[in-house]
């Protein structure tokens, strides 16, 4: 079965502060009848520091799109190939092995897509399928797992490296003044991360079973506006209720499996935000703890949309508890309201670490 491998992840220098993001909305903002409860959501978030490609100041100045598009492709094309480089590394493999690159973001657009900058860039062969997702939003990096998962199982013995970019901090716009645009604004980081699965060997999550589910009606309560200013994010209140509906399916997953979703190893599930993780640890009766990569994801980054189910999975390998097949599952959320999940168990790569010989020639996925 295919093996998502350790993931590489990396967040920008420019730090923002959560005293930092309350003072800023008390200067922007102070005339704002509902600022009171603005700084209380923001401060409910547990988001104590974030991390952003520009300076806070050239950050809150809004250049135009195409001048914040420009500086999305420009960081995108200095951040990305690191992680590439050390997920590539942590699978044991090079950028000859990868037959499909799957490219995720909602914070910037290109075409063609920075798969082919990869391809040209970073020595994959230029037989390489690309894959590149823009409008899953935070689902994103579950669909990605799932979508490496399903061509892996296609193409047997073949490998999947995926890529997430997001830079949250380009879509601040400083006319939007409801309540979840500022919210937003306290809530949102910029990340790069990767991974690979590999279709044969390796250490890490072996992908069993994977799901998508969209909640009906509620495609309107995560949304892009798409102005001549950009991306304007639109985010209902009725957002964090969302676990109610979603929680069946996650233990209706995980039963089609013959497991319990309340004993599994490990959960890595996307922090969109406290009441979220709150609100499924009550609904899969599950501790708290279970989710504490997701919540010092949160804490540490702020939510990093496509890059939070990879930061929370890098953090259970550096953890280092877990044990040979161990069961789990990952599952991220995002506009639709969709959800993207995969169950599966831990492999420590006692088995075979190897290539698989069948692969050896290097011919090209038919």
């Not at 350790?6 to 600022?35: F, W």
């Amino acid at each position: 079965m295919p093996i998502l491998c350790k993931p590489a992840v990396n967040v920008p220098e420019n730090i923002v502060t959560l005293d930092d993001t309350l003072r800023l909305a008390e200067q922007l903002h102070a005339d704002h009848p509902k600022l009171k409860l603005v700084l209380r959501l923001i401060r409910n978030t547990g988001v104590l520091k974030r991390h952003t490609i520009l300076p806070l100041d050239e950050t809150l100045r809004h250049p135009g799109f195409e001048a914040r598009n420009l500086t999305y492709e420009r960081h995108a094309k200095k951040r990305v190939p690191a992680v590439v480089e050390l997920a590539l590394k942590n699978a044991e493999l090079t950028p000859q092995d990868i037959d499909v690159i799957i490219y995720v973001s909602c914070t910037g657009f290109m075409m063609p897509s920075l798969t082919a900058w990869l391809i040209n860039s970073m020595g994959f062969r230029h037989d390489t399928r690309q894959i590149p997702i823009a409008q899953l939003g935070c689902a994103a990096g579950g669909a990605a797992i799932n979508r490496a998962h399903d061509f892996c199982n296609a193409h047997l013995g073949s490998n999947a490296l995926i890529v997430s970019c997001e830079f949250c901090s380009m879509c601040y716009q400083p006319t939007d003044h409801d309540i979840g645009s500022l919210l937003s604004n306290g809530l949102f980081g910029d990340a790069v991360s990767a991974a690979v699965v590999r279709g044969h060997g390796g250490t890490g999550m072996r992908l069993e079973r994977n799901s998508s589910y969209l909640i009906p009606n509620t495609e309107d309560w995560i949304s892009y506006a798409v102005k001549d200013t950009g991306f304007h994010f639109q985010l209902d209140k009725r957002v964090p209720t969302t676990m109610e509906p979603l929680a069946p399916v996650l233990r209706d997953l995980v039963s089609d499996q013959g497991w319990d979703v309340s004993k599994l190893g490990f959960y890595i599930i996307h922090a969109g935000g406290p009441r979220i993780l709150d609100d499924l640890c009550r609904f899969l009766d599950v501790k708290p703890d279970a989710f504490r990569h997701s919540r010092a994801t949160l804490t540490e980054y702020g939510n990093i949309a496509s890059s939070v189910v990879l930061e929370a999975l890098r953090r259970l390998f550096e953890e280092g508890e877990t044990e040979n097949d161990e069961k789990g599952i990952i599952a991220g959320f995002g506009p639709g309201i969709t959800a993207e999940m995969a169950v599966g168990t831990w492999a420590d790569g006692s088995t075979t670490r190897s290539a698989d010989p069948r692969r050896a020639a290097r011919h090209p996925v038919s």
